[in-house]
C-alpha cells in the first residue's frame, strides 16, 4: 500500500489542524494504521493508531484528549484532528499501516510494527 500524508501547514499554539493520509494500491481496510511524529533531533515517536474497522485507537499520553484518529475505509482515507496545538507538537507527522500491530506479545504501535510509510507532512506550532 502507497500512502500520501497531507494537511500539515503553520498554526498558532491553540488552534487546530487535520491531517489527511490517502492509501492507494490496496484497500486502507487491510490495515492496521498509525501516525507518528518525528521532532528536530528527536527519534520518530508513536503519536495514535486505529485498527482496521476502526473500533479501537490507541493515543500517545502527550495527545490524548486534544488529537483524534480517524479513517473511512470506503475512500481508503485516515485521518488526525489535532486541536489545541502546543509549540510541542511542532514534527514532521508521518502515516504507516501494517497488517495488524497485534501479536503474540500483545499490542506494539511501536514505528518498527509498521511496514508502510508515506512521506511525512510537517506542521509547525508557534507560541
Known amino acids: 500500500v502507497q500512502l500520501q500524508a497531507s494537511g500539515g501547514g503553520l498554526v498558532q499554539a491553540g488552534g487546530s489542524l487535520r491531517l489527511?493520509?490517502?492509501?492507494?494500491?490496496?484497500?486502507?481496510?487491510?490495515?492496521?494504521?498509525?501516525?507518528?511524529?518525528?521532532?528536530?533531533?528527536?527519534?520518530?515517536e508513536f503519536v495514535a493508531a486505529i485498527?482496521?474497522?476502526g473500533g479501537s485507537l490507541y493515543y500517545a499520553d502527550s495527545v490524548r484528549g486534544r488529537f483524534t484518529i480517524s479513517?473511512?475505509?470506503?475512500?481508503?482515507?485516515?485521518?488526525?484532528?489535532?486541536?489545541?496545538?502546543?509549540?510541542?507538537?511542532?514534527?514532521?507527522?508521518?502515516?504507516?499501516?501494517?497488517?495488524s500491530y497485534y501479536s503474540s506479545s500483545g499490542r506494539d504501535t511501536s514505528p518498527g510494527a509498521f511496514d508502510n510509510?508515506?512521506?511525512?507532512?510537517e506542521v509547525t506550532v508557534s507560541s
Do not use: I
Not at 71 to 95: F, G, H, I, W
Not at 117 to 121: A, E, F, I, R
Open 20 to 44: 489527511s493520509c490517502a492509501a492507494s494500491g490496496r484497500t486502507v481496510s487491510r490495515y492496521d494504521m498509525g501516525w507518528f511524529r518525528q521532532a528536530p533531533g528527536k527519534e520518530r
Open 51 to 53: 485498527n482496521w474497522s
Open 71 to 99: 479513517r473511512v475505509n470506503a475512500k481508503n482515507m485516515v485521518y488526525l484532528q489535532m486541536d489545541s496545538l502546543k509549540p510541542e507538537d511542532t514534527a514532521v507527522y508521518y502515516c504507516a499501516a501494517t497488517p
Open 117 to 121: 510509510w508515506g512521506q511525512g507532512t
